[in-house]
């Protein structure tokens, strides 16, 4: 299996430089607050905000987001490392085989084995912790890139305009002129925590724009929200008459620097390759109401398995989410649980469920319901600790729910994070069933609610 790579950036251009480069990376935004960080850097070096080097601002903020990643998945590490309870594992394809032949069309994706008795396997959870490949036993990375580009320009550094004012200043600034576009680069491997960076540069001599140019390239928006307000791989790309240096660069990440710092980790470049040529993102089945947004980029581990219960289902690795839990202080006992009101375009579209999704390469169940949770509902690894598991096991695919209390003192603030939810909402405990829940979530809840309240009534005084 390849190395996965974790790109510490929503940015769509540099996450298409790496899937056409053979690499689809792991998308998890590191929330940095920016000028923040720039402003640390400057205090630290005695100077100014504006005389601090604009190869250092970029390499301070790559760092800073690469880091920030890094912290997250130990703390999801973390959480997995120090899980208990038991693992609970059903096999319902073992007494209900003829599961399958009830499956009549490509789309049928539901999980329902209410009413089902079938073979049950329970097994501390810590053993499935120690014996599954994931973060917490991998000899080598995940490697987890941050970067982060700004424009000089006449001595001046500029990032990303935001406003269509000051990208009309700029574009006029830079019509017929050079400029140099530095780009920071931070590469982490987990397993070791070993650290590289790099700075890359590239001078661009533009065109002349018109007025005409400049309002409409203003139009599309696509200058506010790039370093320097241009692009290389957009509208703006016609207009730069030629480059000196890196090419990948301008677009906001080096691939031949990438490739040196991961080799300086003692890692192939190719052994991060995990993408068939000319693949494609899966597309969602004829049954899906609504499409999803343009905006959603295919991560590893997304796509449609073809399961030996004659049904599609999502995640090429299996999936997972976490059943997130909420006890009284005094009686110890559940009260509430997180829920999520599923997007339209999303499978059952419009049914409550909770939050999780396929697992990713590189991943243990755990660990990836604990990253999707995180990524969909703001469930913070650092608040909550894991107290079970059951997995539903269908052979080539499987779904695995993670049973989870907060700790104590700690409290969970869910939101909708992104836009595979219409709502995040803590539920009354006893109002679950009254929902128009997701189909395997209704069948499993019974189960699932007794699970909960055994595992509560022993952690009480705690």
């Known amino acids: 299996m390849s190395i996965p790579l974790i790109l510490a950036s929503k940015s769509k251009p540099r996450r298409d430089l790496l899937f056409h480069a053979g690499i689809c990376p792991t998308i998890r935004v590191s929330h940095v607050d920016e000028p923040a960080v720039i402003a640390k850097a400057a205090a630290d070096a005695g100077m100014s905000v504006d005389d601090l080097p604009i190869a250092t601002k970029v390499m301070v903020l790559a ?8 912290q997250a998945y130990k703390d999801v590490a973390e959480v997995s490392t120090n899980a208990h309870g038991d693992e609970v594992t059903g096999f319902p394809l073992e007494t209900a085989p003829s599961i399958a032949d009830s499956a009549h069309t490509d789309d049928a994706q539901t999980r329902d084995f ?105 139009a599309t928006g696509e200058p506010l929200e790039v370093a320097g307000s241009f692009t290389l791989d957009g509208f703006g790309g016609a207009y730069i008459d030629s480059i000196e240096g890196d090419p990948s660069g301008i677009i906001g990440l080096s691939l031949p620097l990438a490739r040196e710092l991961v080799q ?13 040529r000319d ?10 109401k609504a499409l999803p947004p343009k905006e959603n980029v295919h991560q590893p581990g997304d796509g449609w398995v073809d399961c030996a219960c004659g049904r599609k289902h999502w995640g090429t690795n299996g999936a997972a989410g976490v059943l997130l839990a909420r006890r009284d202080p005094e009686s110890g006992e559940v009260t509430h649980i997180v829920m999520q009101h599923r997007a339209a375009w999303s499978a059952e579209g419009g049914t409550w469920g ?38 539903e096991d269908h052979g080539p695919w499987a779904y695995t729910t993670v049973f ?8 969970v603030h869910p939101r909708a994070n992104d836009d595979e939810s ?7 405990i006893a109002e679950v069933p009254n929902l128009k829940l997701l189909t395997a979530m209704r069948a499993d809840w019974p189960r699932f609610e007794k699970r909960l309240n055994e595992i509560a009534s022993t952690y009480k005084g705690r």
């Open 63 to 70: 760092q800073a987001k690469a880091n920030a990643v890094y």
């Open 264 to 276: 300086e980790l003692g890692i192939d470049w190719t052994d991060l390759w995990n993408v068939a």
């Open 114 to 218: 209410s009413g089902v008795e079938f073979p049950v396997r329970t097994q501390p959870i810590q053993g499935t912790v120690v014996e599954t490949h994931g973060l917490t036993n991998a000899k080598v990375g995940p490697l987890i890139l941050g970067c982060d580009s700004m424009f000089l320009l006449d001595g001046k550094a500029y990032g990303k305009p935001h406003t269509e004012q000051i990208a009309r200043e700029r574009l006029e600034l830079m019509s017929g002129a050079s400029g140099e576009l530095f780009t920071g680069h931070c590469l982490i491997d987990f397993a070791s925590g070993r650290m590289v960076t790099g700075v890359s540069r590239a001078v661009i001599h533009f065109a002349e724009f018109s007025d005409l140019m400049i309002d409409r390239y203003i």
């Open 279 to 288: 693949e494609q993102f899966p597309q969602p089945l004829s049954s899906v």
């Open 354 to 391: 909770i939050p999780g999704g396929a697992i990713a390469d590189g991943e243990s169940p755990i660990e990836g319901a604990l990253r999707e949770a995180y990524e969909e509902a703001n469930i913070t690894p650092a608040d909550i600790e894991v107290v079970g598991s059951y997995c």
């Open 404 to 411: 989870a209390f907060e700790k104590p003192g700690h409290e």
């Open 422 to 428: 219409m709502e995040i909402e803590w539920v009354p």
